[in-house]
Nanobody, 121 residues
Framework: QVQLVESGGGLVQAGGSLRLSCAAS????????MGWYRQAPGKQRELVAV???????NYADSVKGRFAISRDNAKKTVYLQMNILSLEDSAVYYC???????????????WGQGTQVTVSS
């Protein structure tokens, strides 16, 4: 079994910063693309940022210049550095990863349980 566990969420004042972490654990051969999504009350889940196994990144327009995604392949962990946070960034943030359990198997999309980020004025 494979699981993703997020951490680092919490309450932060507008203009402040938070860093989210997501660690993959279990029997894993490799972790390919990893990403962060978020869902605010009354809204659909949206992509925030993605990073490939090679380190290429892509961001939602709303977070470009403020957020940075990175990964540590040795730790099987992806991070999301969030700066200059605003009220609109408040949401539950979910980690996602394409995980390959065996060398001969295909990758499987795996989700974390989510971590709450609340930005206050």
């Amino acid at each position: 079994q494979v699981q993703l566990v997020e951490s680092g969420g919490g309450l932060v004042q507008a203009g402040g910063s938070l860093r989210l972490s997501c660690a993959a654990s279990g029997s894993i051969f490799s972790v390919n693309d990893m990403g962060w999504y978020r869902q605010a009350p009354g809204k659909q889940r949206e992509l925030v940022a993605v990073i490939t196994s090679g380190g290429s990144t892509n961001y939602a327009d709303s977070v470009k210049g403020r957020f940075a995604i990175s990964r540590d392949n040795a730790k099987k962990t992806v991070y999301l550095q969030m700066n200059i946070l605003s009220l609109e960034d408040s949401a539950v943030y979910y980690c996602n990863a394409a995980v390959k359990r065996y060398s001969w198997s295909g990758s499987v999309s795996t989700w974390g349980q989510g971590t709450q980020v609340t930005v206050s004025s």
